[in-house]
C-alpha cells in the first residue's frame, strides 16, 4: 500500500508539467491561428480589408497620371504598417521631368477606402528643351524668366485625399485603381494650383 501511494504522488508530479506542456502548445496554436486570420480571411488569398492586404503585403507598385509627378509617373509604395506608408515616384512630362516623396494613410475599408497623402515633388528642366506649355500647372507656376528660358526647378509641397479600389479576394488580389485629388503648393512663390492623379498599381 505504501508503493502504491508513492505511485500516485509521483505520477501527480509527472502530470502536472504535461498538463501545463499541453495547455502552452493549444495556446501557440490558437495563437497562430489567430494571427493568420488577422491577415486573411482563408487560406485561398482572401482579405478581410483593406488594412489586412497592406499589413500582408508591403511593397506596392503603381502607375499614375496627373498629379505631383506631372503628366505620368510611376510610384513605388512600402507599407510600414497596415495604414501608413512611404511613397516615391519618378515621372514627367513634355518639357520637364519630375520626383516625389510622399507619406501615405490608408483608412480601414473593404474593397473601397479612402486615403491621405503628404510630401514633396520637385518639377524640373535643365536643358531648356520641350513644351513646359503643355503642362497648365508650370503654366501657373514659372516666372516670366524661367518661361524664357525653359530652365526651371520648382519644388511643391503636395496633399491629396483620394479613393482606392483594391481587390482583396481570388487570383487578382493585390490590384488596384486609384483617383485622388491633389493640391500643390509652390514653396518658392507661394501659388496653391489644384489637380489630380487616376492610376492603377499592384501590392506583392
Known amino acids: ?9 509521483v505520477a501527480a508530479f509527472l502530470t502536472v508539467p504535461l498538463s501545463y506542456a499541453s495547455t502552452q502548445d493549444l495556446d501557440e ?12 480571411v482563408d487560406e485561398n488569398n482572401n482579405y478581410a480589408d483593406n ?3 497592406r499589413e500582408a503585403r508591403k511593397i506596392g507598385l503603381g502607375l499614375g497620371f496627373g498629379g505631383s509627378l ?22 514627367g512630362g513634355d518639357g520637364y ?21 503628404l510630401g514633396y515633388s520637385r518639377w524640373y528642366n535643365a536643358s531648356g528643351s520641350g513644351n513646359y506649355k503643355n503642362s497648365a500647372v508650370l503654366d501657373r507656376v514659372l516666372t516670366d524668366q524661367e518661361k524664357a528660358e525653359g530652365k526651371f526647378a520648382t519644388d511643391f509641397l503636395s496633399g ?15 490590384t488596384s485603381l486609384f483617383a485622388e485629388i491633389v493640391l500643390l503648393g509652390d514653396v518658392h512663390h507661394g501659388n496653391i ?7 492603377a498599381g499592384y501590392y506583392f
Open 1 to 9: 500500500m505504501r508503493y502504491f501511494h508513492s505511485f500516485i504522488i
Open 29 to 40: 496554436t490558437d495563437f497562430s491561428s489567430t494571427a493568420a486570420s488577422v491577415f486573411k
Open 51 to 53: 488594412l489586412a492586404l
Open 70 to 91: 506631372g503628366l505620368y509617373g510611376v510610384n513605388i509604395e512600402i507599407n510600414f504598417e497596415d495604414a501608413d506608408g512611404a511613397m516615391a515616384g519618378a515621372g
Open 97 to 117: 521631368s519630375s520626383f516625389n516623396v510622399l507619406w501615405k494613410h490608408a483608412f480601414l475599408g473593404d474593397t473601397v477606402a479612402p486615403y491621405t497623402t
Open 160 to 174: 491629396s485625399v483620394g479613393l482606392q479600389y483594391t481587390t482583396l479576394r481570388g487570383e487578382l488580389a493585390g
Open 193 to 199: 494650383v489644384p489637380t489630380g492623379t487616376v492610376g
